[in-house]
């Protein structure tokens, strides 16, 4: 009696996987995901547009089971990365700056082609502080990863979390 009161109960376990994404795998299965080029007029770090491109391919894939497609995808990303940009955000007593603000804007056109009603033309941004008294250079690629992070995150959930 015990050895089938558990082996029911073992049968019976229901698996919950929470990823954020509310999409109806029977209509879409497939994403598009044009090139980001990075158009910002301020300035241009090489390596940030191929980091950007790979991340918003990289959160689709891992967070849904949609498949990615070159054209004509029922799911489709295109944009451009429209500003990266440093400025100076504290003074100290000595005038000299203490901090420092890194930012970063994205420029995102969505097309839903099976439920259009969902398209957007957005821009999403993230920026970060550092250290003034540090370089760029020695904090940027670590900046720019978080940043490229959050934007993406916020996309995904513009996109096809809808919650």
């Known amino acids: 009696m015990v050895v089938s009161l558990v082996a029911i109960l073992s049968a019976c376990s ?11 795998y029977t ?8 090139n980001f080029p990075n158009r910002s007029a301020a300035f241009v770090w090489g390596p940030m547009e191929s980091m950007f491109n790979t991340q918003l391919q990289d959160i689709f894939m891992q967070q849904t089971r949609l498949k990615q497609v070159k054209r004509n995808g029922h799911l489709q990303f295109s ?11 504290g003074v ?5 700056s203490t901090m420092a603000e890194l930012t970063m ?5 969505f097309v839903n ?8 033309d957005q821009s999403f941004s993230a920026s970060r502080d550092y250290d003034a008294s540090q370089q760029m250079s020695a904090v940027q690629e670590d900046l720019v990863t978080q940043m490229i992070k959050e934007i993406c995150e916020q996309i995904f959930n513009a996109s096809v979390a809808n919650w």
């Not at 209509?27 to 044009?34: H, N, R």
């Not at 100290?92 to 000299?96: I, K, P, Q």
């Not at 082609?113 to 957007?120: L, Q």
């Open 92 to 96: 100290g007593s000595d005038g000299y």
């Open 14 to 24: 229901i698996s919950y996987k929470f990823n954020g994404s509310s999409i109806d």
């Open 27 to 34: 209509k879409v299965q497939t994403v598009t995901f044009e």
């Open 105 to 109: 804007t994205v420029k995102v056109s």
């Open 113 to 120: 082609t099976i439920n259009p009603s969902e398209n957007f």
């Open 79 to 89: 944009g451009e990365i429209t500003n990266y940009d440093a400025r100076n955000k």
